[in-house]
């Protein structure tokens, strides 16, 4: 049996996939395990982006999920979201591309070639992703699972340590008094659960949310606030003197004043938070004045971070800059400001290459966020690492 797979048995995945059919049926028909169409699909699948809404492209979340494209989806034609599809003839070229780049002798006296490792290694240096350099350099005309198979076998500059690394740290535990804490806790999610959220955001076709945490340094010192605006993965953080209700309160109140009410109400309509002791009075949250639409803010279920995962994954990048148990305290309202900009101004594979700056400008207005601090940085000009804070970097 032969180890890869070929046009035929691609062509015969292809019109399965337009049939609905399993992925392990799929695999019988073509005397593969089901496993190996999975990867197949994921590694070859494109994506196809639909009609544009408010400038933004959502994802289907149909193809989050076996069989991971929308071949067969009965409603592919009229669904304006955006959506992966396998077509064989696609799938077979991008994977000869592949072969023939892994197997080519390279020239590293090439000019062209070392100019191109020299760029990587920059890039590299700045805190920048193998994706990040692809997105921004097409004229490499290579791929990013290209660019690791030459480091990986030590054709680049850079080293495997020099990689951009999420950092992965231990969610904080938090130590209440059960009796006490328990009937506060009650009280406050009243109307506000996970669930209640759910419904409300169906209900009201609420598009746009904010997710809200805070980053935790050494204990009893300063800690951040940060809001995730969704869908854009746009963050606004707010160092805080103290993990408190107060603290909470106020930066709140000083976005409302430099926004405006209805600004804020529109960029804030719903809240998303967990179960933390400087979330406890939603209510002082909530109000916009008499003549608007009050924010709802609501609570995950309890030790379910999963439920607000955007602003879980966002923080990775804080952490790139402040490692965990940093004292906070070092560091000014412009040095969390800085790193934001370039945080916001970076990317994403998830926002079709994309960065949450430009989205943000597009729907909420440039001078809104500028208002709150925020502006344009150049992709050669971001840096994702902690030397970002040197002074020859402030600009």
């Known amino acids: 049996m032969e180890k890869h ?16 059919n399993s992925l392990r ?42 069989p991971f494209v929308y071949n067969g989806c009965p409603n592919k034609n009229k669904c304006k979201k955006n959506h992966y599809f396998y077509y064989a003839e696609n799938a077979n070229n991008d994977y000869h591309k592949t072969l023939v780049e ?57 080293k495997n340590i020099d ?55 050494i204990k009893g010192h300063s800690v951040l606030l940060t809001l995730n605006c969704i869908p854009f993965n746009f963050m606004i ?11 909470v309160t106020q930066k709140i109140n000083e976005i409302k004043a430099i926004l ?36 709802k803010v609501f609570f995950c279920d309890s030790r379910r971070n999963d439920q607000k995962g955007s602003i879980e994954v966002t923080h990775e990048y804080i952490r790139r800059y402040i490692e965990q148990g940093t004292d906070l305290d070092k560091y000014s309202k412009e040095d969390i400001y800085l790193m934001m900009n370039h945080i916001n101004n970076t990317k994403r594979e998830k926002l079709n290459g994309n960065t949450p700056y430009n989205l943000m400008k597009e729907n909420i207005r440039e001078e809104n966020i500028k208002k709150l601090g925020f502006y344009f940085i150049s992709p050669e000009d971001i840096i994702l690492k902690p030397s970002l804070f040197n002074k020859d970097n402030n600009k």
């Open 25 to 66: 049926k799929i695999g019988e028909i073509i005397g593969k395990p089901h496993t190996t169409i999975s990867i197949e699909i994921l590694s070859r699948r494109i994506l196809i982006k639909g009609n544009q809404f408010n400038n933004f492209n959502v994802k289907c979340n149909k193809t989050e999920k076996a």
């Open 237 to 247: 953080v707010c160092k805080l003197e103290s993990q408190t209700i107060s603290e």
């Open 260 to 295: 405006g009410y209805e600004t804020f109400h529109k960029i804030f309509p719903v809240i998303l938070t967990d179960n933390g002791k400087e979330f406890k009075s939603p209510d002082l949250i909530e109000d916009n004045g008499p003549d608007v639409v009050k924010t």
């Open 163 to 217: 990689l951009p690394r999420i950092v992965r740290y231990r969610k904080r535990k938090r130590k209440v008094s059960k009796n006490k804490s328990e009937k506060k806790e009650n009280e406050c999610r009243i109307n506000r659960t996970y669930q209640d959220f759910l419904n409300y955001k169906m209900a009201n076709n609420i598009k746009y949310y904010v997710e809200m945490d805070t980053v935790e340094s």
């Open 102 to 158: 892994s197997r080519q002798g390279i020239d590293f006296e090439n000019d062209e070639f070392r100019k191109m490792d020299k760029i990587i290694k920059e890039e590299i240096d700045k805190g920048h992703s193998f994706y990040m350099i692809v997105t921004d350099h097409p004229e490499f005309n290579i791929t990013e699972r290209t660019l690791y198979y030459y480091q990986e076998k030590g054709y680049l500059s850079c």
């Open 5 to 20: 797979l070929n046009l035929s048995q691609r062509i015969i995945i292809e019109s399965n996939l337009d049939e609905n």
